[in-house]
Nanobody, 118 residues
Framework: VQLQASGGGSVEPGGSLKLSCVAS????????LGWYRQVPGNERELVAT???????TYADSVKGRFTISRDNAKAIVYLQMNSLKPEDTAVYYC?????????????WGQGTLVTVSS
């Protein structure tokens, strides 16, 4: 599975951005897609996930501001980020949880930088 993320950039506080991540390869085994973020010196943290059935989870820090969605037919996951805050500044990584016949794996995209600053 390969993941290609896009949509990062710079925005002022209160602004919005939409991230996209396209999955390719053996996507039929993907059972969940998500977004994580990481600030240099900190551990990577969960932002939001969405299962094949549409169930979603969010970090408390982004609830009510971020929305995760997916297009199963095209194997694309989106992250709509509204009311952005400086503390949302991070590299955002797309994640795919994949299940095969005898194993499961996590796949990661290359990361896209989001900077929130005035």
């Amino acid at each position: 599975v390969q993941l290609q993320a896009s949509g990062g950039g710079s925005v002022e506080p209160g602004g919005s951005l939409k991230l996209s991540c396209v999955a390719s390869g053996s996507t039929v085994g993907i059972f969940a897609l998500g977004w994580y973020r990481q600030v240099p010196g900190n551990e990577r943290e969960l932002v939001a996930t969405v299962s094949n059935g549409g169930s979603t989870t969010y970090a408390d820090s982004v609830k009510g501001r971020f929305t995760i969605s997916r297009d199963n037919a095209k194997a694309i996951v989106y992250l709509q980020m509204n009311s952005l805050k400086p503390e949302d500044t991070a590299v955002y990584y797309c994640n795919a949880e994949w299940r095969g016949l005898i194993s499961t794996r996590s796949y990661w995209g290359q990361g896209t930088l989001v900077t929130v600053s005035s």
